[in-house]
C-alpha cells in the first residue's frame, strides 16, 4: 500500500468552480480545472510526478495506467480501485477522488514496493518505459483481489503495451500472486454484476474477431440471439431470431430478411442454413475503407460467425464430427514459459542472471528518461507541422491563427536556419534530408514547421491550426510493385554479388522453382517518443537526446546550425527503446530543437506526438522480392538467383542493400549464386534500419526458397533444410569461412528437444479430424553473421581514491538491451570486485566522442571488451603495488596506497576492431519450432508452442540475454502476423498511424508454451569473455510462426484438393490467413 503521508494541499488554476481530490494521500485543490487538461497532464506536468509515463495519449498504450480509488457505489463505505488510462482521464472528473501513482507504492527513500520487487525479480523489463504502467495495473488488480487466478492473472494487461520484453517476464511476475502468495495488498473489494438471464428456449451468442488478441477494434463483431422449440430431439424450429453485426457496413445492423427466413425453418434440414447463408450473402454488402481489411473478408468472415452459432445450435447427430470444429473460437490457455542456460559462479559476477543495475529505479519511476527532466523556468516547448500530403509545392504557411494563441512563441520554417548553417539533419558524407521543407513536399508527414509554445499543449495545438496551401499536386508514387515497374531506383551501391554461374546452373538444373513474395513494414514502435531537449549555456548547446548515435546528433546540430563540434555537446542516460529508429531520424529532432534553442537563446523541448512520430518517420523497410532458384532431386541447391527490390522510401541515407546480400544465404550452402539488390524510390518517408536490418526480410526469402522446393518435391521442409545446411569449413557466398559453424548440431537438438518428429504426426492426425481448426509447426534455423568491424567506442574505468567506488563511462547507449549491466559485470569480474561499488555515467560526448551507433547487436559486447581493456591496464599498475602489500588487502586499501604511488586510477580504451575485415567477427546460430492453431473460419491464430535454441556463446548474463531473445521474438512475431502499415493512396498519407490502427503483438499475442534455451557448453573463441551478442539473430527466427500459420493454410486448402505452393506475404493478418484458406460459403455445410 502506498505510503501514508501527513496531508498536505497542493493547489493550482485561478477560476470560479473547484475540484478536491488526493495523490498518493496528499491533498490536491484545482481551481477551476480546464476541461482539456488530463489527468496525466496534471500529474506530470503540474505535480511534477513524472513516473507516470505517456506515449500515445489515445488509451492504446497503457503506460500512464495509475490507480484510481472511489467509493463502492454499493457499498459506499468501501473503495474500489480501478486501473485507469491518465491520458484519457479529464482532470475535472476527479473530485473526491483518491489516486495513486507510481511514486506512491515505494521507491529508493521510502523502500520499494513489493510489485516492484517482484518485477525486478522475474527480469521482467528492458528500457522501463513501460514498467510503471504495468505495475499500476498489477496493483489495481492485486487491491480488488490479493489471489487472483491464474487466468485473471494472464488476462490483466489488455491495454497496456511493451515492445522490449515479449511480455512472459511481465506474466510470470503478476501470476506469482496467482500462485498464493498472501498479504500484498490488504483491501479486499468485492464486485458484483448482474446479466440478464436468458429464457431456457433462448441461445444468444456475441463474437468479436480482432486482428490481434486483446485491444483492437473488431473487424467484425456478430451477436445471435434465438429462441428455438426442440421437437423430439431431432428438429430444432426457430421461433424468433435477432442477428446483429457491426463492422461489415456503416448500414446494415440487423440481419432482418435472414431473421425472417429463419423463422419456423427447421435447422436441422441442409436446406435451412443454405437459404440463411444465401440470404445473408444478399444482405451484407461491405463498404470499401482502406484502414479496414477487405470487403470480401468482412462478408466471408460475418457468414462464418453466422455458420458458427448455427452449428451450436444443432445436435451431434447432424453435424459431423469433423466440421463441429467450426463451433469454437479459438481456445487460448493460461501461457507458461520455460528457459535453460549455464553459467559459471565460478566466474560471477560474470555469466550471472543478474537484474539490470538501473531495474529497481525504473520500476519506481525515478529512472529518468529526456522528458522527465522538469522543465526550467523559461522553457519553451516545440511541436512539429507536417504535411498531410506528399508530392507537392509548398505555396504558403497562414501562421496567424496560430501565433494568435496565449502562450504561442514563434514559428520557425526553413527559411529561419542561420547563415552558415544548412536546411539538413543528415550532415555529409550522407546526402542532405531538409529538417524543415522549403518547397518541394516530398511525402505525406514530412515536417515543415517548428511551432514554439511556453507549453506542450499549446505548441500541439499551434501544430493543428497552420494552414498549408499545395500547388502541383502530383499523385504519389505509393504502391512499390508500381514504383518497380516504373524503375524508380535510387543509385545503388553494392547491389550485385555473384559466386559461380547462377543463371547457368539453374538452366541447367534438373528441378526449378520462381517465384514473388512481398514483405511489409514494421513500425519501431518505441514507447518513449522521438525527443529532446536542448539548453543554451555560455559556451555551448546542450542537446539532451533520445539517440542512439550521438556523434552524429552533434555532427548534425553543427552542420545544421553552421557551429562547430565543440560548441554542441550531446547526453543521454537511457532511451525508452529504439530498435535502430533513433539512430538517424532522431537527428531531425535534435537538429530542430537545436535551432529552436540557438534562436531563441531559452531552453527548448520537443517530445514528439506519437501519431506525428508515426508519420514524419519512416520504418523498416518493405520488399519486393523475385527469385528463381535450381535444384537435385533430393533438394540440393544448384543455384540461387533472387532480386531484392527494397523500399527506401524518398530517401536512401538508411539503405539495407548491403545487409540483404550478407545474410542471404542463410544458413544454406550453394556453389552458385547471383543477388541483386535494388533499392527502390518511393513518395513515403525514408525507411530506417530497424532490429535486424535486411538480415530479418531476407533469412525469410530464403526460407520461402526453401519451402517451394520441399512443396516441388513433395518433401518435408526440415528435410530441404538437412539436405543444404552448413558445416564446418563451408565457405559463404560473402566469401567468410565458416571455421566454427555449428549449426547441424543445433538443428539436430532443437529438433529432440522439441519432439518436432512426434509432434508434426499428431498435428497430421488433428488436421485429418477438422474441417474448421487446422495447425501448423514450422522449423527455422538462422546462421547470423556478427560484425565488428563498423564499431568504435571509446570508455573509461575511474577508480575515486576516496572510497574505492567506480565510475564507469562507455560510449554505447542504454536502451533496455542491459549494456550498463553488463560492462560493470565485466569490470568487477575482472577487477575482483562487488558490483555494488560501480556506477555507469550516463553517455555524453565528452566521455565518449566519436562512438559509433548504438546498433546491430555489437555495442554491448565491444564496449565490454573496451571495459575490460581499461580494467586489465588498470591491474597492470595496480598489480605491483597490491604484490607489495600483505595478501589479504581489501580493495580500498590498494586503492589508497595506489593514490599515495601516484598512479593513475583511471584507464580508458578506444576499441575499433579491424576495419579491413568487413566480414562477420563470428557467427550466431538458432534453430526455432513453432506451432500454431488457426481458425479457418475466421483467420485468427494462436501461436500454440515455440521451442528456440539459441547459440549465445557463454552468456555474459543469461537473464539479459533471454530477454533479448524473448524480446526480438516476439517482435518479430509481430511483423509477421499483426503489424500492418497502409498508406491512402491518393494523399500519401499514413492510414496506421494510431495505436487503434497498428498493432503490436499484446500479452496475449505470445505463445501459448514459450521454451527458450541458450546452447550450453558453448563459449565463443573469437568473442568477447567468450559470448555471443543476442540482440537481433534470434528475431530472424520469428518467421517461424509465419510459415506454421501457412502450413495451416496449406492444409485447410488441401480440403479442396489444392496441393500446389502458394505463397503467404507478411504480414499474414487474419483477413489474409482466412482469403487463403479459400472460403466460400458453399463450404458451410453440416
Ligand atoms: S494509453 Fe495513455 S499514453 Fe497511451
Ligand atoms: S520494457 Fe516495456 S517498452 Fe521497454
Not at 511514486?103 to 529508493?108: A, K, N, P, R
Not at 451450436?312 to 528457459?339: P, Y
Not at 530517401?651 to 544465404?665: H, M
Not at 514450422?778 to 575511474?798: E, M, N, Q, R, T
Amino acid at each position: 500500500m502506498a505510503t501514508v503521508a501527513e496531508p498536505s494541499v497542493v493547489s493550482g488554476g485561478a477560476h470560479k468552480a473547484s475540484i478536491r481530490f488526493t495523490v498518493n494521500n496528499v491533498e490536491h485543490v484545482v481551481e477551476g480545472p480546464n476541461p482539456r487538461t488530463s489527468l496525466l497532464d496534471y500529474l506530470r506536468e503540474t505535480a511534477g510526478l513524472r513516473g507516470t509515463k505517456v506515449m500515445c495519449r489515445e488509451g492504446g498504450c497503457g503506460c500512464c495506467t495509475v490507480a484510481l480509488m472511489r467509493p463502492d457505489p454499493l457499498q459506499p463505505q468501501q473503495m474500489l480501485t480501478e486501473s485507469v488510462n491518465s491520458c484519457l482521464l479529464p482532470l475535472c472528473s476527479l473530485d473526491n477522488r483518491h489516486v495513486i501513482t507510481i511514486e506512491g507504492l515505494g521507491g529508493q527513500r521510502q523502500g520499494f514496493h513489493i510489485l516492484q520487487k517482484r518485477m525486478v525479480h522475474y527480469n521482467a523489463l528492458q528500457c522501463g518505459y513501460c514498467t510503471p504502467g504495468f505495475i499500476m495495473q498489477m496493483y489495481s488488480l492485486l487491491a480488488g483481489k490479493a489471489s487472483p487466478s491464474l487466468q485473471e492473472a494472464e488476462d490483466l494487461f489488455d491495454g497496456n503495451l511493451c515492445r522490449c520484453t515479449g511480455y512472459r517476464p511481465i506474466l510470470d511476475a503478476v501470476k506469482s500472486f496467482a500462485e498464493g502468495q498472501p498479504g500484498v495488498v490488504d483491501i479486499e473489494v468485492i464486485v458484483s454484476m448482474t446479466i440478464p438471464k436468458l429464457d431456457a428456449d433462448e441461445s444468444m451468442n456475441t463474437y468479436k474477431i480482432m486482428m490481434r488478441a486483446q485491444n483492437a477494434h473488431a473487424y467484425v463483431s456478430a451477436g445471435f440471439r434465438w429462441r428455438l422449440c426442440r421437437h423430439d430431439g431431432s428438429s430444432v424450429i426457430v421461433q424468433a431470431a435477432t442477428l446483429v453485426f457491426s463492422g461489415v457496413s456503416s448500414k446494415l445492423v440487423h440481419a432482418y430478411k435472414t431473421e425472417k427466413f429463419l423463422i419456423g425453418k427447421d435447422l436441422g434440414l441442409p436446406t435451412t442454413l443454405k437459404g440463411a447463408l444465401a440470404e445473408l450473402m444478399v444482405e451484407l454488402e461491405p463498404e470499401e475503407d482502406p484502414v479496414l481489411a477487405s470487403p470480401a473478408y468482412r462478408k466471408i468472415l460475418a457468414m462464418a460467425l453466422f455458420y458458427k452459432f448455427y452449428l451450436l445450435q444443432v445436435d451431434d447427430g447432424v453435424v459431423s464430427s469433423r466440421v463441429r470444429s467450426a463451433r469454437t473460437i479459438l481456445q487460448r490457455q493460461v501461457s507458461r514459459g520455460e528457459q535453460t542456460y549455464d553459467t559459471q559462479p565460478d566466474l560471477y559476477p560474470l555469466t550471472q542472471p543478474l537484474p539490470k543495475l538501473a531495474a529497481l529505479l525504473q520500476t519506481s519511476g525515478e529512472a529518468q528518461f529526456t522528458d522527465d527532466v522538469p522543465p526550467s523556468r523559461s522553457e519553451l516547448f516545440a511541436a512539429f507541422v507536417t504535411s498531410t500530403r506528399g508530392s507537392a509545392n509548398l505555396a504558403s504557411l497562414d501562421v496567424m491563427r496560430a501565433l494568435a494563441m496565449p502562450g504561442a512563441v514563434r514559428v520557425l520554417q526553413a527559411s529561419d536556419i542561420p547563415p552558415g548553417g544548412h536546411n539538413t539533419f543528415m550532415p555529409p558524407p550522407f546526402a542532405p534530408e531538409e529538417m524543415l521543407c522549403s518547397q518541394e513536399v516530398l511525402y505525406a508527414g514530412q515536417p515543415i514547421a517548428f511551432c514554439l509554445a511556453d507549453s506542450a499543449d499549446v505548441a500541439q495545438s499551434m501544430a493543428g491550426a497552420i494552414d498549408v496551401i499545395y500547388s502541383d499536386l502530383r499523385k504519389p508514387l505509393i504502391s512499390l510493385d508500381e514504383a518497380v515497374a516504373a524503375s524508380s531506383f535510387w543509385p545503388s551501391l553494392e547491389g550485385d554479388l555473384k559466386v559461380g554461374d547462377a543463371e547457368g546452373a539453374i538452366a541447367k538444373a534438373p528441378r526449378s522453382v520462381q517465384g514473388e513474395i512481398h514483405i511489409g513494414e514494421q513500425a519501431h514502435f518505441y514507447m518513449e517518443t522521438q525527443v529532446c531537449r536542448c539548453v543554451p549555456t555560455e559556451d555551448c548547446l546542450e542537446v539532451q537526446t533520445a539517440h542512439q548515435w550521438q556523434d552524429l546528433a552533434q555532427d548534425g546540430v553543427a552542420y545544421a546550425l553552421g557551429l562547430k563540434a565543440k560548441d554542441v555537446v550531446v547526453s543521454a542516460r537511457r532511451l525508452g527503446g529504439s530498435f535502430g529508429g533513433k539512430a538517424t531520424r532522431a537527428n531531425i529532432v535534435a537538429c530542430c530543437t537545436a535551432l529552436a534553442a540557438y534562436l531563441t537563446r531559452r531552453p527548448v523541448r520537443c517530445a514528439m506526438n506519437f501519431n506525428t512520430n508515426m508519420e514524419a518517420l519512416g520504418r523498416r523497410h518493405r520488399y519486393l522480392v523475385k527469385y528463381k532458384v535450381g535444384f537435385h532431386e533430393d533438394g540440393e541447391l544448384i543455384g540461387v538467383l533472387i532480386t531484392y527490390y527494397c523500399d527506401s522510401g524518398s530517401a536512401n541515407n538508411d539503405s539495407e542493400v548491403q545487409e540483404t546480400l550478407l545474410f542471404a544465404d542463410n544458413a544454406y550452402k550453394c556453389a552458385n549464386w547471383h543477388l541483386i539488390s535494388v533499392a527502390v524510390k518511393t513518395d513515403i518517408p525514408s525507411a530506417t534500419w530497424c532490429r535486424s536490418p535486411g538480415s530479418l526480410p531476407v533469412i525469410f526469402v530464403m526460407e520461402n526458397i526453401i519451402e517451394h522446393i520441399a512443396r516441388e518435391l513433395r518433401k518435408d521442409p526440415v528435410e530441404v533444410q538437412r539436405q543444404n545446411l552448413y558445416r564446418k569449413g563451408d565457405i559463404t557466398p560473402n566469401g567468410f569461412h565458416l571455421d566454427y559453424c555449428s549449426i547441424r548440431d543445433v538443428y539436430s537438438k532443437l529438433l529432440q528437444m522439441a519432439d518436432v518428429t512426434n509432434r508434426q504426426a499428431d498435428i497430421v492426425h488433428y488436421n485429418a479430424s477438422n474441417r474448421w481448426k487446422k495447425r501448423g509447426l514450422s522449423v527455422v534455423p538462422i546462421k547470423y553473421g556478427i560484425s565488428w568491424s563498423f564499431g568504435h567506442f571509446l570508455c573509461a574505468v575511474s577508480v575515486y581514491a576516496n572510497d574505492g567506488t567506480i565510475t564507469i563511462s562507455h560510449g554505447g547507449i542504454e536502451c533496455g538491451q542491459g549494456i550498463n549491466t553488463k560492462v560493470a559485470q565485466v569490470c568487477a569480474h575482472i577487477l575482483g570486485i562487488p558490483m555494488k561499488i560501480i556506477s555507469v555515467a550516463p553517455t555524453n560526448t565528452l566521455l565518449s566522442p566519436n562512438a559509433q551507433a548504438t546498433g546491430g547487436s555489437i555495442s554491448s559486447e565491444l564496449n565490454c571488451l573496451a571495459v575490460q581493456n581499461c580494467c586489465d591496464e588498470l591491474r597492470r599498475r595496480m598489480d605491483p603495488v597490491r604484490e607489495s602489500l600483505p595478501p589479504n588487502v581489501t580493495w580500498l586499501e590498494l586503492v589508497k596506497a595506489c593514490f599515495n604511488k601516484k598512479i593513475n586510477l583511471r584507464a580508458q580504451h578506444w576499441v575499433w576492431p579491424d576495419d579491413r575485415n568487413d566480414g562477420p567477427q563470428y557467427n550466431s546460430y538458432g534453430v526455432t519450432a513453432a506451432e500454431v492453431e488457426v481458425d479457418v473460419l475466421t483467420g485468427e491464430s494462436i501461436t500454440s508452442r515455440v521451442d528456440i535454441l539459441f547459440d549465445c556463446g557463454q552468456s555474459l548474463n543469461p537473464a539479459i540475454d533471454v530477454g533479448q531473445v524473448e524480446g526480438a521474438f516476439i517482435m518479430g512475431l509481430g511483423y509477421w502476423l499483426t503489424e500492418r502499415v497502409t498508406y491512402d493512396p491518393v494523399s500519401g498519407r499514413l492510414l496506421t498511424r494510431g495505436t487503434w490502427e497498428y498493432k503490436p503483438p499484446c500479452s496475449k499475442d505470445i505463445p501459448v508454451d514459450f521454451r527458450v534455451h541458450l546452447l550450453k557448453d558453448a563459449p565463443n573463441p573469437v568473442g568477447v569473455l567468450r559470448s555471443k551478442a543476442s540482440g537481433e539473430p534470434p528475431q530472424c527466427m520469428s518467421c517461424s510462426v509465419l510459415f506454421a500459420v501457412k502450413h495451416a493454410v496449406d492444409s485447410a486448402r488441401s480440403e479442396l484438393g489444392l496441393k500446389e505452393y502458394f505463397v503467404m506475404d507478411g504480414p499474414a493478418t487474419p483477413d489474409k490467413v482466412a482469403l487463403s484458406c479459400l472460403l466460400d460459403p458453399r463450404q458451410f455445410t453440416f
